[in-house]
C-alpha cells in the first residue's frame, strides 16, 4: 500500500512564494515518477510538474520559470517550490506517485493566492 501525504499548502498574496512537500511511503519502486497535479472546481486535473527517479523533470508552459520540481530520493520526498505566485495559480494541489503503470494521488493541499 503507498501513502502520499502533501503539505505547505495556504494562503499567499500575488508575487509571494509557497513549497510544496510530499512524501510517499509503502513499498515504492526506485524507478519512478512523482509529480504535481492540480484542479479547479469545474475544471479537469492538470499537470503542473513531474520528475523522474532518473532526474528528468516536466512542467506546464504556465509555470515555466515560477515552479521547480525537485525531489529527495532517499526519502522519496517530491517538493514544488512556487515562485512569483499568481491568482490564477490558485488550485487544489495533488502529489502523484506513479510506479509500474499504476498511479497514486495524495488528498490534496489547498493553495490560494489573492490578488
Known amino acids: 500500500q503507498v501513502q502520499l501525504v502533501e503539505s505547505g499548502g495556504g494562503l499567499v498574496q500575488a508575487g509571494g512564494s509557497l513549497r510544496l512537500s510530499c512524501a510517499a511511503s509503502?513499498?515504492?519502486?526506485?524507478?519512478?515518477?512523482m509529480g504535481w497535479y492540480r484542479q479547479t472546481p469545474g475544471k479537469q486535473r492538470e499537470l503542473v510538474a513531474d520528475s523522474f527517479s532518473g532526474g528528468s523533470a516536466n512542467y506546464a508552459d504556465s509555470v515555466k520559470g515560477r515552479f521547480t520540481i525537485s525531489r529527495d530520493n532517499a526519502k522519496n520526498t517530491v517538493y514544488l517550490q512556487m515562485n512569483s505566485l499568481k491568482p490564477e495559480d490558485t488550485a487544489l494541489y495533488y502529489c502523484?506517485?506513479?510506479?509500474?503503470?499504476?498511479?497514486?494521488w495524495g488528498q490534496g493541499t489547498q493553495v490560494v493566492v489573492s490578488s
Open positions: 502523484s506517485l506513479t510506479v509500474l503503470r499504476n498511479t497514486y
Open positions: 509503502g513499498s515504492i519502486s526506485a524507478i519512478n515518477v
